[in-house]
């Protein structure tokens, strides 16, 4: 596994989904959660990390790269055709977000944590696992015509290099 640098898109699994967020460095992670968590959850304010260097403006939060793994394995997420911005870019970009707010709400199928990671690493706001639900459903509904459409678009998005 490669050395995780900032300005990395990185994601970890939460077993229904997967988590994803910027790694800027210093072992700070900024990510776009729901409203019902918060920089103020139990596992944020009791890691001494978070209390000196987090920060939260509702729904994008700046935590220490442990309370973002949650005790699971980090993965980074490599781009095959999408053009990645340099890493400062991205770090400004998720660090402008956190400061400044704009990129919206939080939505599960329409602006989510990937959302905000892919945006900020390549300027689209693209979600893979939100096709891939999305996709599932359809082909159980519709068997065919659009799987080949998700996977060329999973494909086209990245892998992961865990």
């Not at 939460?14 to 729901?34: E, K, S, T």
């Not at 019902?36 to 978070?50: D, F, G, M, N, V």
């Not at 990645?84 to 939080?106: C, M, Q, W």
């Not at 893979?128 to 494909?155: D, E, H, K, L, M």
Request: with cysteine; aromatic share 12%; charged share 20%.
């Amino acid at each position: 596994m490669r050395q995780l640098q900032p300005g990395d898109h990185i994601r970890c699994d939460r077993r229904a989904y997967h988590h994803h967020g910027i790694y800027v460095g210093d072992g700070m992670v900024i990510h776009l959660q729901g409203k019902l968590k918060s920089i103020t959850r139990p596992e944020y304010s009791a890691c001494q990390k978070c209390r000196e260097k987090g920060k939260s403006n509702g729904q994008i939060v700046k935590t220490c790269l442990g309370c973002f793994l949650d005790g699971a394995p980090l993965e980074i997420v490599e781009y095959r055709f999408f053009k990645r911005k340099p890493s400062h870019e991205v770090i400004k970009r998720a660090t402008d977000f956190l400061e400044n707010g704009g990129f919206g709400s939080y939505h599960f199928f329409l602006q989510n944590c990937e959302h905000f990671a892919t945006y900020c690493v390549t300027g689209f706001d693209f979600s893979r696992q939100t096709w891939n639900i999305v996709g599932t459903a359809i082909g159980t509904v519709v068997v065919g015509p659009i799987a080949p459409v998700i996977g060329v678009f999973s494909f086209i998005l990245g892998k992961v290099i865990t």
